[in-house]
Nanobody
C-alpha cells in the first residue's frame, strides 16, 4: 500500500506564493503519473496539474502560467509551486499517484493539505 504525505499548505494573502510537497513511500517512477488535485467546499475534486512518468506536464487552465509541478525522483517527492495565488485557489489540495493496469486507472491519494488565500 503506497503512502502519500502532503505538506506545505497554509494561509496566505492574494499574490503570494506557496510550495506544496508530496512525499511518496515508493519509487515515483513506478507510477504512470503523479498529480495534484484540489477540492473546494461543496465542489468536486478537480485536476490542478500532472506530471507523467516521461516528464510531460499538463495544467488546468485556471492555473496555467502560475503553478508549476515538478518532482525529485531521488527523494520520491512531487512539488507544486504556486505563485500569484488568488482567493479562488482556496481548497484542500490532494496528491495523487496513478497506476494504469490495461485500461484501468488505479489511484492512490494523500490526506490533503489546506490552502487558504485571503483577499
Amino acid at each position: 500500500q503506497v503512502q502519500l504525505v502532503e505538506s506545505g499548505g497554509g494561509l496566505v494573502q492574494a499574490g503570494e506564493s506557496l510550495t506544496l510537497s508530496c512525499l511518496v513511500s515508493r519509487d515515483i517512477l513506478g507510477f504512470a503519473s503523479m498529480a495534484w488535485y484540489r477540492q473546494a467546499p461543496g465542489k468536486q475534486r478537480d485536476l490542478v496539474a500532472a506530471i507523467a512518468r516521461g516528464g510531460g506536464t499538463n495544467y488546468a487552465d485556471s492555473v496555467q502560467g502560475r503553478f508549476t509541478i515538478s518532482r525529485d525522483n531521488a527523494r520520491n517527492t512531487v512539488y507544486l509551486q504556486m505563485n500569484s495565488l488568488k482567493p479562488e485557489d482556496t481548497a484542500v489540495y490532494y496528491c495523487n499517484a496513478r497506476r494504469v493496469v490495461i485500461t484501468t486507472n488505479l489511484d492512490s491519494w494523500g490526506q490533503g493539505t489546506q490552502v487558504t488565500v485571503s483577499s
